[in-house]
């Protein structure tokens, strides 16, 4: 039985949620083919995304889906899914928030066909007996016999790589910002000018949606407010014409809870941790570069030629797919900035990478 990912040490070294979590997160066997696992898509090496491309493939080494994979990374501090008093659907898991909570989400890929593709939670379990380590672990951790009760064994399963994905690892706080708080660091004057003008309420939008605390020093700001909103992402077309999707995103209307056209084209606001070592953007993968993330938002405070051509194409930023429900309020907020401002923001989100990334922002 091959357990490529999972080291006889990790086996060895279960003797809690977390650590059953973790030997769970990286075990290939829990696909079918045997050649995928929650790492494959979340892979702590490159800030818990997928570098390969704007969207995973599946285990089957032929199925491309239409969404790219968010970071894992910092996951944990999304609120469950729920609609808030002023009618704001927030937090979730996955980018339309269709899974409630970390548990929800770690039941998603194993049974997705596209993805991990086992049948059914049944199919699942007969994975974990298989191994000694499980049937120890989980008799253990849980109840005696329990991988002899399939649904009670699979959601056992999703509750312990959900308490994995609890861990520090996924959630250091220990970027050059979060050194810079502490006093450890020094910002360059391009990062504090990115700083402020991330912060800025007059000069920029950035913070309407990449701010949770109130306080600007707040030492576990993950920049997200895990709202939903439709920023007018183009249709990512050589993703398209790979995975042969011809029907639009519906983004947060495709959440089985969301019934109201009006909340369509919207997606999670996604964290702003390490998002200089996660590209490729946006919820499709679209744009590689994060500078060019930064010229789409500020095309739409102004009118200039040139600021509304993607650097990456050479051609106009495409149309947006839901043109009906775009933020415009949001996204016209604040005047068009210079290249100076705009390569200043860059450099300040690049210092929301955890230490353990720092290395990647050579590249």
């Not at 990062?191 to 020093?217: A, D, K, V, W, Y």
Request: charged share 25%; with cysteine.
């Amino acid at each position: 039985m091959a357990n490529e990912g999972v080291s006889e040490q990790a086996f060895d070294k279960i003797n809690s949620l977390e650590t059953l979590g973790e030997a769970l997160f990286f075990d290939v066997n829990l696909s079918k083919n045997r050649t995928q696992s929650c790492a494959s898509c979340h892979n702590p090496d490159v800030g818990f995304s997928d570098p390969s491309g704007p969207a995973s493939l599946g285990d089957d080494g032929v199925s491309i889906g239409d969404r790219n994979a968010p970071t894992a990374g910092y996951a944990s501090f999304s609120p469950a899914f729920h609609q808030r008093d002023d009618g704001l659907w927030v937090g979730g898991q996955f980018l339309d928030g269709r899974a409630a909570d970390l548990m929800a989400q770690a039941g998603g890929p194993p049974l997705n066909p596209m993805e991990m593709g086992l049948k059914d939670a049944a199919e699942v379990v007969e994975r974990l007996s298989e191994n000694p380590a499980y049937q120890q672990a989980f008799d253990t951790l849980f109840d005696p016999g329990i991988l002899k009760r399939p649904d009670e064994a699979f959601s056992a399963m999703t509750q312990a790589i959900a308490m994995f994905e609890r861990t520090d690892q996924f959630a250091p706080f220990d970027s050059k910002y979060d050194r810079f708080l502490k006093g450890e660091a020094e910002l360059s004057k391009e990062e504090e000018l990115g700083r402020i003008l991330f912060f800025s309420e007059q000069f920029t939008n950035c913070n309407q949606c990449h701010q949770l605390q109130r306080s600007q020093i707040h030492p576990q700001e993950t920049f997200s407010n895990y709202e939903f909103h439709n920023i007018g992402v183009p249709v990512n077309e050589s993703l398209r014409a790979e995975n042969g999707v011809v029907t639009k995103d519906l983004g947060l209307l495709a959440n089985p809870q969301v019934t109201n056209k009006a909340e369509a084209g919207k997606f999670k606001v996604s964290t702003l941790r390490n998002v200089a070592v996660t590209g490729p953007y946006m919820h499709n993968g679209v744009f590689d570069d994060l500078r060019t993330v930064v010229l789409f938002y500020n095309r739409y405070n102004t009118i200039a030629k040139a600021r509304q051509i993607n650097p990456e194409t050479g051609k106009v930023f495409g149309m947006p797919e839901v043109p009906q429900t775009i933020a415009v309020k949001e996204l016209t907020h604040g005047p068009a900035l210079k290249d100076r401002e705009i390569d200043a923001l860059v450099a300040f989100m690049k210092t929301l990478t955890d230490a353990r990334y720092e290395h990647l922002l050579e590249k």
